[in-house]
């Protein structure tokens, strides 16, 4: 039981912080909507089982057996994850480039897991150090990963709130709605 709530009070806490972050760029719905899967059975489930408070239970289920199964169908379902985005092409899987919106969700989503597992530990700069530190911008598509880190380092050196101000002129640039 304490697992459990241990892990609903981080989903909640982790979605708030997204929602916050998401209407500040003007994405209503998708700051509604945000990792809703997570309550599904097929992530619950693996989510609770690994469940440690201080990173992704997914990353601690990786490690005992090499692959997440819960992950595997957050992945498939969310858009806002860089390896949703993903199809063949000439014969072999290839990043497609996001689209802007699911991209700022990903900004937003990142920022907000940066804030949630690390505290008071958290400075601007989370998020950023985060991306960079990790192989997974390799694998995306260059521009993608161009404009991620371009916005988490926006971020961090001049603020959330600046940042997602240039973010809603980019939309609304953009027309993305």
């Known amino acids: 039981m304490q697992k459990l709530a241990g892990h609903l009070k981080t989903v909640h806490d982790h979605r708030r912080e997204v929602r916050r972050y998401c209407f500040a760029c003007g994405l ?24 440690q408070g201080w990173r992704s239970p997914y990353d601690a289920e990786r490690e005992l057996y090499g692959y997440a199964p819960g992950w595997l169908h957050h992945k498939g379902l969310n858009r806002h994850h860089w390896e949703y985005w993903y199809d063949m092409q000439k014969g072999a899987y290839r990043p497609v480039k996001m689209p802007y919106r699911y991209l700022v969700e990903s900004v937003c989503d990142r920022i907000a897991a940066s804030r949630v597992y690390l505290k008071e530990n958290y400075t601007q700069a989370s998020p ?23 916005i988490l380092r926006d971020v ?17 640039k953009r027309s993305v709605r």
């Open 156 to 172: 961090a050196e001049n603020g959330e709130d600046a940042a997602f101000a240039r973010i809603r002129e980019t939309m609304k």
């Open 128 to 150: 950023l150090e985060y991306f960079l530190s990790r192989p997974a911008r390799n694998y995306m598509h260059p521009e993608t990963a161009a404009e991620m880190e371009a």
């Open 28 to 51: 209503y719905y998708q700051g509604l909507t945000h990792d809703l899967s997570k309550y599904s059975p097929a992530e619950l489930a693996e989510s609770v089982k690994y469940f």
